[in-house]
């Protein structure tokens, strides 16, 4: 996701949706994909990790406070394998 020049989205959360999975695809995804925020697109910064509370259907990663949400221009989930 990216937000036009001069600007950064301020995230409360993030929300995916993920299809039917068998444990041998969680296991691919579970500690081993991460979100990541960035303001350059190249410098990315870990925001969390997929843990094994991932399911099929709407999952979520909630920040609590609005000192903590982060401000980047740019996001994305990254897998490195």
Do not use: C
């Not at 937000?3 to 969680?26: I, R």
């Amino acid at each position: 996701m990216q937000f036009k020049e001069e600007h950064v989205g301020m995230l409360s959360q993030v929300k995916w949706f993920m299809g039917p999975m068998d444990a041998t695809f969680k296991a691919k995804l579970v500690d081993i994909t991460v979100f990541q925020g960035s303001n350059d697109n190249s410098a990315f910064t870990t925001l969390f990790t997929v843990d094994e509370n991932l399911h099929n259907g709407w999952n979520y990663y909630k920040w609590e406070t609005a000192n903590d949400y982060p401000k980047y221009r740019y996001y994305r989930f990254y897998g490195a394998s």
